[in-house]
């Protein structure tokens, strides 16, 4: 039996430090849980495009199409800021996306009992928050043609189109439904059906497919009020199924309901391989904060609950990504934090090293 793959893309900014702090993960469970992938690592972003030209070398787009899953850390900089739309950092994020056809993304909202202080919101409308949203990925406004800024009589217009197949829509909401089932059977759908026809055409989608999962509870929502209902009473929701555009926003208004981007991860997931696994790619939200990079103040936990992602949906080791996000609530609990987890003046916070040997040593304590 071959050991699972799994290609590393630490990319640019704090990128590289968090997934040391990975990596340490990864070679916990082959030395202690006779765990193994096959490991391999290459170039995304700003450093791709200072070696090869391009922010993502075909070679490296291949590697991703063939391996069972991929770990990104972030891409981009300031540095990177003048070059050209086409070759700037985030074209690789993108491009990986769309050739991998990765057109669900999950983004869980997850608000640990140790941090719930640090949301802008009262504590009681964010503790045991656990939300998840799924994000349409590959289509809509951001893909849609025409686009581009052109002339137009004495001045210029900026165009993007949203745009949405019937199967795009149905196959992004199975996966929602498929998700919610493993959950608390709840589903809700936002869109703009209200103004928008490519929003009336994906409420109607997303009711047809719910007939096929007749134990899971649809509701819909207009993506402006779903907006005011997450920041108002989040803890109402399960699963949140929407566009790429809605899903980008929403996702990051919920992952502040939780008090840090730092703790985040996402997986963005295709249709499934011969293996029947998906192809997917995992990645923290935050990015690649360039003001700190290289100074060991960066949080490694949403790259490692990225990899317990990983382990639940491309490997099929549950029990495994349970035991890495209890390790991590663990430390925090025991008041282990990064910078952007304190909120007390005067505290010593831990080093980016500091936290992954934490992480480490509470899951040789699950043992």
């Known amino acids: 039996m071959t050991n699972p793959s799994l290609l590393i893309l630490p990319g640019d900014g704090i990128g590289p430090e968090v997934m040391t702090e990975v990596r340490k993960i990864i070679d916990w469970f082959a030395a202690k849980r006779g765990v193994t992938f096959d490991v391999s690592e290459d170039l995304v972003g700003g450093c791709a495009y200072d070696k090869h030209g391009t922010p993502l070398h075909d070679d490296t787009m291949a590697r991703a199409q063939e391996v069972d899953a991929v770990l990104l850390g972030a891409v981009g900089g300031p540095k990177y800021d003048s070059l050209d739309f086409s070759v700037k950092p985030e074209r690789g994020l993108l ?176 249709a499934p391989m011969d293996n029947g696994r998906p192809k997917a790619l995992y990645e923290p939200v935050h990015g690649s904060a360039p003001d700190i990079a290289g100074t060991g103040q960066a949080n490694p936990c949403a790259c490692i609950l990225s990899f317990a992602m990983a382990l639940r949906y491309s490997f099929d080791m549950g029990e495994e990504a349970s035991r890495v996000e ?42």
């Open 95 to 270: 491009r990986l996306r769309k050739e991998m056809d990765l057109f669900s993304n999950l983004r869980p909202a997850q608000c640990f009992d140790a941090l719930a202080d640090f949301s802008s919101l009262k504590k009681d409308v964010v503790a045991g928050l656990d939300i998840m949203i799924v994000r349409e990925l590959t289509s809509g406004v951001y893909f849609g043609e025409p686009r581009g800024i052109f002339e137009e009589g004495n001045e210029r217009v900026g165009i993007n189109t949203q745009r949405y197949t019937e199967s795009e829509i149905d196959r992004v909401a199975r996966s929602a439904f498929e998700l919610a089932m493993k959950r608390d059977k709840r589903l809700c759908s936002m869109e703009k059906a209200n103004v928008m026809e490519s929003g009336i055409l994906w409420r109607e989608v997303v009711t047809e497919v719910g007939k096929d999962y007749p134990e899971v509870e649809l509701s819909h929502m207009y993506a402006d009020a779903g907006a005011m209902q997450l920041t108002r009473w989040p803890k109402q929701f399960d699963v949140i199924v929407t566009d790429n555009l809605f899903g980008d926003l929403l996702s990051d208004l919920a992952a502040m309901l939780t008090g840090s981007l730092g703790m985040l991860p996402s997986a963005s997931l295709g």
């Open 326 to 367: 209890r390790a991590v609530e663990k430390v925090l609990a025991d008041g282990i934090r990064t910078g952007d987890l304190l909120n007390e003046e005067g505290a010593t916070p831990a080093t980016t090293t500091q936290m992954g040997d934490a992480v480490v040593a509470a899951l040789d304590a699950s043992l």
